[in-house]
């Protein structure tokens, strides 16, 4: 298994926005296609205006597979037109991580 980690950096006042929107319309098309929703989370210390979110694959040909039927969905692009007005993103960081053999989670 491996874990693709996302951090998305948000402007200042655009969060709150940018999850209301996401929940409607982009998660269900993520979950129909990504599948096992491992945590999705805001930060409250350190550098704010974050979302993390992590998702569980079998391997990077999971993913690939998993997320190329994602991009190809005319929902994924509905949702990415509803929120590319919002001038919310700034940045994006993505890794993946593998675990190790003690970790809790395989």
Known sequence: ??????????HPGKLK???????EHGL???EKHLGRLIG????????INQIVFMWAY??????EVRRAAMDADPAWAA????????GALKQQTNK??????????Q
């Open 58 to 63: 079998d391997n990077m040909g999971d993913r």
């Open 40 to 47: 999705f989370f805001t930060t409250e210390v350190g550098p």
């Open 28 to 30: 269900p098309v993520q």
């Open 79 to 86: 949702f990415r037109a509803k929120t590319g007005p919002l």
């Open 1 to 10: 298994m491996i874990i693709d980690h996302r951090t998305y950096d948000f």
């Open 17 to 23: 926005d940018w999850i209301a929107v996401y929940k």
């Open 96 to 105: 993946i991580l593998a675990p190790t053999d003690f970790s809790p989670i």
